[in-house]
């Protein structure tokens, strides 16, 4: 059975196609083209796209859950409620208040949810931690990975991860940090690394880039940098990811700016180009009543400290949040949301971007970000409330 989705603005990623087609075949895209190029076979079901943008579905490398459920308690439901507004793909990340017998309990749970049918958007683990900086916003109290680095904590937790985990994200400067990255690359030497919670320097950093380190976890969030003269400003994971070209920027866009202000988006923007920003959620378990002045906003996360913790975005949001504090449009919002993410995590070849033989993962949003479908590998997803 093939499906042809016509009537649609395409958007491919070198811009966008006008009156485009897309056929699909399966679970692939078998073609892409102008209406008038690629003719509905006789054999194909047409579905009308109305006149939406048609992009790539979202791939969010880096949420925790939403509205008090946790995306490793609950992997179907959370992915579920992120697929239902475009995320075709999603890697789930574990609290990093969790203990060892907690992390792979986790890892259990996510591998039985990804057998499941509907568990399809689920691509892996995103392991924030556990060896990251407690000074910034960690879980000074109650992180259990915050004292010495041994083989007897992290051996089981990294052996039970195999390939389930795609990145651990870790803080250069803690010590003792290499002989666990050098454990992780030997059990999956295709696992990643992001710097994230974090006050190392570019020295710091750039010291793990052999070992697969290529990603900034939300930039400008929850990082530090070291002074060296009294008065004059140091150099954090922020200028080491400015410094090395190759290095992707995580970008949580909230509609006040308040995780990243709309100059600091420009800034990094236009330092990164639109080869290096990744948009993420950060979505985020929170669920309390948010502070007098940030009671209006609905994709902000709240903890129990009445603190900002990640958010309550959904990648069509961020998008839209991307078009109003930068110069972005809708094309360059789909690269970031979408391209960047999948080719950060070694899954380029597979989603990312509306091209022949890839994965038939599809949004329809229209001009203003509103998700109006959503296809997963060939089938559309049943709509679901906000
Ligand atoms: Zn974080």
Known sequence: MRIYVHNAKVVLENGILWNGVILIKGDRIEAVGKETDVPCPADARALDAKGAYVGPGFVDIHVHGYCGTTLFNEPLKVANHFLSHGTTTILVSPHYKLTGPEYIEAYERVRRAMAEPTGRSIA????????????????????????????EDYESVVDAAGDLVRLWVIAPEREGLLPFVEYARSKNPSVRFAVGHSEATPD?????????????THCMDAT????????????????ACFLDRDMYAELICDSAGAHVSPQLCRLILQNKGLERVILITDGSAGNYKAPERFRHLTDLSINEEGELSGSRLTMAQACRNLMTH?????????????????????????????APGKKANLVLVDDAFNVQGVMLEGDMVPRQGE
């Open 326 to 354: 930068t110069n972005c449009g809708i094309a360059q919002a789909f690269l970031l949301a979408a391209r960047n993410p999948a080719e950060a995590i070694g899954l380029g070849h597979e989603v990312g971007t509306i």
């Open 124 to 151: 892996g683990v995103y392991m924030e931690g556990p060896y990251i900086n407690p000074k910034f916003g960690s879980g000074a109290k109650d992180n259990q990975w915050k004292d010495t680095i041994r083989k």
């Open 204 to 216: 710091e950093v750039r010291r793990y880039k052999p070992y697969g380190l290529s990603i900034l």
């Open 224 to 239: 530090g940098q070291t002074n060296t003269w009294r008065g004059t400003r140091g150099c954090g994971p922020d200028e």
